[in-house]
């Protein structure tokens, strides 16, 4: 059986890579820079994993993931869909009537009285709590998570286990490295675009193919861009 998302960033943890930079994220109009390792980029995974364990989500469920539609290339965003991958459960964007759990971007406005947990994101750079606290009826993840365990076990998973739904494709977790696959290694610029899309450039290339990513999200000048390029060694 081909090596399943989650077994790979443990393999790229253990690796003599494994603190090199994996993810890096521009927000430029934001002034945001966060750099993440593989070892960095699993520490939140598997504290978002006990998260998740906490919230009773569990293998075979869905997680609606409509942070996914407001900051596709945020490193957060990267964070729970590994997460999700890693406890089993599907990542489902624009199709949450199945879901679970709804995690957001910083406005849970749009999801009141929702009858499931919801978890609101600040997308701040350095991963802070909201600006403004929530209802009881919200989570708010940067204060939820910190406190969860560094290292969670890994969940035994059979490579036809659901990993992603959205208004176009159902992929399983075999899928998504199948998805990923035929790019040559290397350090990627990335511009987000659909979360699918955003997906496989920032997250699984880079697992599957090697190399990492360096995702610029927002409106940036050409001139800055390249700036970032060089700055980042990007190769492709």
Do not use: F
């Not at 739904?165 to 075999?174: A, E, I, N, P």
């Amino acid at each position: 059986m081909s090596e399943l998302i989650p077994d790979r960033l443990r393999r790229r943890v253990r690796s003599g890579g494994g603190g090199e930079p994996l993810l890096t994220y521009y927000e430029p109009a934001a002034g945001a820079r966060t750099e993440l390792s593989a070892v960095t980029l699993l520490n939140w995974v598997d504290k978002t994993s006990h998260l998740l364990d906490e919230l009773d989500v569990a293998a075979g469920d869905v997680v609606g993931l409509p942070l996914a539609l407001v900051a596709p290339g945020h490193w957060v965003t990267a964070v729970w869909e590994l997460a999700c991958w890693q406890v089993g459960t599907a990542v489902a964007v624009g199709v949450e009537s199945d879901a679970r759990l709804l995690v957001t971007g910083p406005d849970w406005s749009a999801y009141p009285g929702s009858a499931v947990d919801v978890v609101a994101c600040s997308l701040h750079p350095l991963g802070l709590p909201l600006a403004e606290r929530p209802p009881s009826s919200v989570l708010d993840y940067a204060a939820e998570v910190r406190g969860q365990a560094d290292v969670h076990a890994p969940v035994p998973l059979s490579a036809g286990v659901p990993a992603w739904v959205d208004t176009v494709r159902r992929l399983t977790q075999g899928d998504l490295a199948a998805a990923a696959s035929g790019r040559p290694p290397g350090r990627r610029l990335v511009r987000p675009g659909t979360p699918w899309s955003t997906a496989c450039a920032a997250v699984l290339e880079p697992l599957v193919a090697g190399g990492s990513a360096v995702v610029v999200a927002g409106p940036v000048e050409e001139e800055q861009l390249a700036r970032i390029r060089r700055e980042e060694r990007v190769d492709g």
